[in-house]
């Protein structure tokens, strides 16, 4: 692991670098930034979880919960900050119509919200119904309650389609059908909740561009849709339109996806990972670190010893982002400073942006774009 400089001069705010075109840093400003910088009006310790979309760094925009409400920022034009309007916000806005919220998801152009109660809300785009409202075509620029499922425990959003855990531990999911990501057997959009094929007792969920992750009771993960890159993780480039088994891997606690490449951490506090490889997002060793050395994508998830110990670990669209007990590292494609650093040069082993004393403990990026966050 080599080291950059330390670069945030406000300990208690949340951070964001990398792309800013759209507002999405949230600090003011629509210009990138390769160092972290401070989001304007956040309390770290207020945030209990952040949510990066976005399809690229174009229309890129995020979420934040604190307090049982949601701020975002970026990218608006199909209403995803969900505050009645379609223009880009530089710095946090709250959102109305939500209350007692208790976990959040952004998508490619549209955004879920999960309250206390179990209900599930939607807003943004709804090209291929993933707003679950019955309706396609359209989009909607405030939150709307999502009808026709039981309690539900944790939401997560692709580019173009919503899960959603219930507590009974089976998944429901709509939207975008094409790749499979539906998990229903079949590769038509659903603008209504249908329930994925064979998952039940199901601990957690993630979503990535264009498929599905699930957590099993027993350790295990599931995985369906998009599989060009080999993100479903079971030795094969083929697509499914239902769950398969992930290979090799159990004693699974936490998942995290990225657009084409997934992390997950076991009970041993290892890091494994497969799927879309060119950018090192994989870790793997490597003789050069040219940017013209092709890399080979793995269908099978690999051990990634560089990053055993990690606390939290998340996915971007071609980048990695982790925390340690002693900072954040990060690593992959640069070309927007993704990666903190000061450079926009890719790198193929972990950099050091923050230390321990920033007090950071949790880190997401954009689902399709070029931001980091850390809170």
């Known amino acids: 692991m080599t080291e950059s400089l330390r670069t945030a001069e406000n300990e208690t705010a949340v951070l964001s670098w990398g792309a800013g075109r759209t507002g999405q840093l949230g600090n003011g400003t629509t210009v990138d930034s390769l160092v972290p910088a401070q989001v304007t009006g956040t309390a770290r310790g207020d945030v209990v979880r952040l949510s990066a979309g976005g399809t690229n760094s174009s229309d890129s925009f995020a979420l934040a919960l604190s307090g049982g409400t949601v701020q975002a920022w970026g990218h608006s034009s199909s209403g995803q900050l969900g505050n009645g309007g379609n223009t880009n916000q530089t710095v946090p806005t709250t959102l109305p119509r939500l209350s007692s919220i208790k976990d959040i998801a952004a998508g490619g152009q549209h955004a879920l919200a999960l309250d206390t109660s179990g209900q599930v809300y939607s807003w943004g785009d709804n090209a291929y119904g993933q707003l679950g409202n019955n309706r396609t075509g359209d989009s909607r620029t405030v939150p ?149 050395i092709s890399r080979t994508n793995r269908t099978a998830p690999v051990e990634i010893p560089r990053l055993e110990g990690v606390q939290h670990i998340a996915a971007g669209a071609r980048h990695g982002v982790a925390v340690t007990a002693d900072g954040i590292y990060t690593w992959g494609h640069n070309g927007e400073g993704q990666l903190g650093n000061g450079t926009t040069v890719a790198r193929y082993e972990t950099v050091k942006d923050l230390d321990q004393g920033s007090a950071i403990k949790s880190v997401t990026a954009s689902l399709g774009g070029n931001t980091t966050y850390a809170y």
Not at 261 to 284: A, F, M, R
């Open 144 to 292: 709307d309650r999502v009808q026709g499922m039981p309690k539900v425990k944790q939401i997560a959003a692709g580019v173009d389609f919503s899960l959603a855990l219930l507590e009974n531990g089976k998944v429901y999911a709509w939207g975008r059908g094409v790749h499979g990501q539906l998990g229903n057997g079949s590769r038509a959009t659903s603008s209504v909740p249908r329930q994925v094929l064979g998952l039940q007792d199901i601990a957690a969920i993630a979503a990535g561009g264009h498929h599905g992750l699930a957590l099993t009771a027993d350790g295990t993960v599931k995985s369906w849709g998009y599989n060009l890159y080999g993100q479903l993780g079971n030795s094969t480039t083929k697509s499914a339109t239902v769950p398969v088994d992930v290979d090799w891997i159990e004693g699974i606690t936490t998942l995290a996806a990225g657009a084409h490449h997934n992390y997950v951490i076991t009970s041993d506090s290892k890091i494994w990972g497969w799927g879309n490889n060119q950018y090192g997002q994989l870790l793997e060793s490597d003789e050069t670190f040219d940017n013209n």
